[in-house]
């Protein structure tokens, strides 16, 4: 059995439809169920039998499904220590926001353990590009937020954050438990340049068109709302600046923490780093 043909399997097994398999490898309909039937051939078996929404797993489908995951998982790990053992391998992460997040730090020491021979290095991105860099490919993996537009990315969601609005502590409205977009319409917001992801731009607006000072990065952020009293979205979570305060908005949707790559890339470093992210951040 060849690695390429149970990758194959495994796609149909789970999403239990040739089509959308096929969809998610990236290939056509008709190779891909000749490998799914040469492989029955080489077992001796029907792997899969037609089904009223697609297909279903046979008794020996599923036995083979769950060896098939293990052995690739296995030639997945094979394949890091052989990379890391050889050296010169280097992983590019792009972080956008607040670096002093203890989830990403617990990534970076189980990453830097399961890994000691990858040199990791890091591209602190501003606000105008939410993916920091990684459709120019400058990095092979980005944690941002979401949302932005994700053509031809791979996204993996790895918290969810409540949003407020952030306020000088002296506003009126810094007093209250929580407000609306609504209280915040008369007011000025901070803004992004022209050109920035449209649906990013969006989101940190309160999905409406403002007007206010043009800002880059977070500290810019924050010194909007301190010296001119402009509004800012934020997530929650973390400590605000002296003379900041930051009182959530109950009808903002939660900002989402995410794990991009490209679609498609098969690089088992960074397969590696999605799984550590996950478990780092759903601790």
């Known amino acids: 059995m060849e690695l390429r043909t149970l990758k194959y399997f495994v796609a149909v097994a789970e999403e239990l439809h040739f089509g959308r398999a096929a969809t998610r490898l990236h290939m056509s309909q008709p190779p891909l169920s000749r490998a799914v039937k040469q ?32 052995l690739l998982d296995h ?15 280097t992983v590019t992460v792009g972080i956008l926001g607040d670096s002093t997040d203890p989830a990403a730090g617990r990534l970076a020491a189980a990453y830097r353990r399961s890994h000691p021979g990858v040199d990791i290095r890091i591209r602190d991105a501003d606000l105008t590009d939410p993916t920091c860099g990684l459709r120019a490919g400058l990095v092979d993996v980005a944690l941002t937020r979401a949302p932005f537009d ?46 920035t992801d449209p649906l990013w731009r969006s989101y940190w607006n309160g999905g409406e068109p403002r007007e206010g000072p ?24 973390h400590d605000m600046p002296a003379g900041l305060a930051a009182v959530p908005l109950t009808d903002m949707a939660p900002s989402r923490v995410v794990a991009v790559w490209n679609e498609g890339d098969p690089n088992p470093l960074i397969r590696s780093f999605i799984d550590i992210a996950t478990a780092a951040y759903r601790r």
Do not use: I, M
């Open 150 to 195: 994700e053509t031809a990315l791979t996204v993996c969601e790895l918290r969810s954050d409540p949003v407020g609005a952030v306020l000088r502590a002296d506003d009126p409205l810094a007093r209250r438990e929580s407000l609306r977009l609504a209280d915040l319409s008369d007011r000025r917001w901070f803004q992004f340049p022209q050109g």
């Open 39 to 70: 492989l029955e051939t080489e077992v001796g078996a029907l792997l899969l039998v037609r089904a009223p929404a697609g297909v279903a797993l046979t008794p020996v489908g599923a036995l083979l499904l769950d060896e098939a995951r293990a």
């Open 214 to 237: 043009v800002v880059r990065v977070v500290q810019e952020c924050l010194q909007a709302v301190l010296w001119n009293g402009t509004v800012g979205l934020a997530p929650l979570g």
């Open 75 to 89: 030639a997945d790990r094979v394949r890091l220590r052989v990379t890391s053992a050889a050296g010169g391998s």
